[in-house]
């Protein structure tokens, strides 16, 4: 049974947060000669692109001829099934759906880093889990088959000797939406998971959680590229709306960088006009000492996840080549 009141309201919280993870859309600007069409989750992860929205970064940034449509994903495998299809340009998203993707078909590419670290690994109480060898024969839930908390998973198992399967064995994988995952750990359904924030400290603070590895420990640790920008061939093309875009962005993570707590009041703004419930100050904070905002991107890090989801069975080959491009960002402003 849950801990208490608060965590029966918060588990309602987050089923509005997952309600509002579904593919929601809405129109930042008035009709004009262009559309631009972003894509992001509606979390801490994804913090650059929630404040570039609420401080008008975009608007300003694409001019008064542009109509600015935004999206919003519960997962990068959704997201990435909207940019194939064509339903968004540009957006955040991890680095583990976008290069399962484009290893298939090679037509989206990273332009940016936007936050490293926000993923932690946090066991159930009663688990038995102290370290992680102690792993090995139980169940640990995952955002979804693939994703970078998979595969960055996989990178801290790897390290210990241990296997990652999905049907049974050493280290059992289970799927899951992170909203769903306290509800999990409550039922003793999973042993432990890996998940981004503001969901690890969510665990450990209302589901009896106990951080296994922090943020800054798990697979990559600091270096662990979590969310970056992502664009299709057909976006890129248009040099003026890649400038604009990149410019937004880039004013962004500096202004999260200088005004940390009042870009945290921005995401609780922005999570509650889309949900109409308004997240923990408390954990947002704690949840945000966990990530860094940055527009760099770990070429070496992306290319151990390509050869890790190569490893298992998710993408046929681990040539990234062309993936990474980051001509857009460097030549910003020249």
Excluded at 109 to 129: R, T
Aim: net charge negative.
């Amino acid at each position: 049974m849950f801990k208490n009141v608060k965590l029966v309201l918060a588990a309602l919280l987050i089923i509005g947060l997952l309600g509002a993870c579904g593919q929601g859309e809405k129109t930042e600007q008035k009709a004009g000669s262009q559309n631009v069409k972003i894509g992001y989750f509606p979390n801490l992860t994804h913090i650059a692109t929630i404040v570039a929205l609420e401080k008008n970064y975009f608007t300003e940034a694409f001019g008064k001829d542009v109509k600015i449509e935004t999206k919003t994903f519960s997962n990068g495998g959704l997201f990435m099934e909207a940019m194939a299809t064509k339903s968004i340009d540009v957006g955040t998203v991890g680095p583990g759906p976008l290069l399962n993707f484009y290893v298939k078909n090679p037509k989206f590419h990273i332009i940016s880093g936007a936050v490293n670290g926000g993923a932690v690994l946090v066991a159930n109480e009663g688990s038995g889990i102290e370290k992680l060898e102690d792993l090995d024969g139980k169940r640990v839930a995952i955002p979804v088959i693939g994703s970078t908390q998979d595969v960055m998973l996989r990178k801290a198992l790897k390290d210990v000797n241990l296997n990652a399967t999905t049907n049974g064995g050493t280290v059992e994988l289970f799927a899951a939406a992170p909203a769903d995952t306290a509800t999990l750990f409550v039922q003793k359904s999973v042993d432990a998971a890996a998940t981004q924030e503001p969901w690890g400290y969510f665990l450990e603070t209302q589901a009896n959680g106990k951080l296994l590895l922090d943020w800054d420990q798990f697979a990559w640790g600091k270096e662990s590229t979590n969310t970056v920008v992502a664009a299709t061939d057909e976006f890129l093309n248009n040099k003026k709306l890649v400038q604009a875009y990149l410019t937004a962005h880039k004013k962004a993570v500096a202004y999260i960088q200088e005004h940390p707590e009042e870009a945290q009041d921005l995401v609780i703004k922005h999570i509650k006009g889309l949900t109409g419930k308004e997240i923990s100050k408390e954990e947002t904070a704690a949840a945000f000492k966990r990530l860094q905002v940055t527009t760099d991107v770990n070429e070496q890090v992306i290319q151990e996840m390509a050869d890790i989801s190569k490893e298992a069975g998710y993408i046929p080959s681990n040539d990234i080549k062309g993936l990474i491009n980051l001509t857009f960002l460097q030549n910003l402003g020249k």
